[in-house]
């Protein structure tokens, strides 16, 4: 079946523009998370969705930083006023459930370089 | 909170021999632990987890991984390596309470190059 999928692959913006990053997560998947790699570092939890509702969103890096998910479908991350320490990969991942030994199930990532 | 170490960020190994990737790991709670494997211009995918139960873990590829709680370790080993094995691996833990909210604590990788 269809696994993770994340548009677009690859983003180049300008400092100062807002970007919208999209997830969609395997069907019938009811937890999804996203996941920052910064070059040389591993991977950073950012924030994690049961349905569509986000109870902890302490793990976005900044105030720019705001996702949303509708129903059990599609997240999309946006980043306003985009900064150039914001580069790096950004990666969706969802699960069955959201206990915590479920297996997460990776998208391809989306790599924003921001000039 | 969680952190985890893995102490080589490269580890180059000639084709067939055998290799060890290590994690060691420090949380104030119970954790699961997982590799994961990212091979090039892949995403990542789950080579094995520890839940419950013996210690030592097989994985796919021939991989397994033994969690060792005294040490808080959980390495990665593979007794004969291929090419395709050429990849950058992920060690990650996650609370065992708190269901998904907490999402995956990883370590900053392993790039194993296999030789030929």
């Known amino acids: 079946g269809a696994g993770v999928s994340q548009s677009p692959s690859n983003k180049v913006t300008e400092k100062g523009k807002d970007v919208e990053l999209r997830c969609d997560p395997i069907s019938g998947h009811t937890a999804l998370y996203w996941y920052r790699q910064r070059l040389g570092q591993g991977l950073e939890f950012l924030i994690y969705?049961?349905?569509?509702?986000?109870?902890?969103k302490s793990g976005l890096p900044s105030d720019r930083f705001s996702a949303e998910r509708t129903g059990e479908s599609v997240s999309t991350l946006t980043i306003q006023r985009t900064q150039q320490e914001d580069s790096a990969v950004y990666l969706c991942?969802?699960?069955?459930?959201?206990?915590?030994?479920?297996?997460?199930?990776f998208g391809p990532g989306t790599r924003l370089t921001v000039l | 909170a969680q952190s985890v170490t893995q102490l080589d960020s490269q580890v180059p190994v000639f084709e067939e021999a055998p290799v060890e990737l290590r994690c060691n790991y420090s949380s104030s709670v119970s954790v699961y632990l997982f590799w994961y494997v990212q091979y090039p211009n892949q995403g990542l995918q789950l080579l094995l987890k520890y839940l419950s139960g013996s210690t030592l873990v097989k994985g796919i590829n021939g991989f397994e991984a033994e969690f060792n709680k005294s040490q808080t370790s959980f390495h990665l080993r593979k007794p004969s390596v291929h090419i395709s094995d050429t990849a950058e691996y992920f060690c990650?833990?996650?609370?065992?309470?708190?269901?998904?909210?907490?999402?995956?604590?990883f370590g900053k990788g392993t790039h194993l190059i296999i030789q030929p």
């Open positions: 991942a969802s699960s069955l459930a959201s206990r915590a030994g479920d297996t997460q199930y």
């Open positions: 969705f049961q349905g569509n509702s986000a109870p902890d």
């Open positions: 990650a833990v996650k609370p065992i309470s708190g269901g998904g909210a907490d999402g995956l604590t």
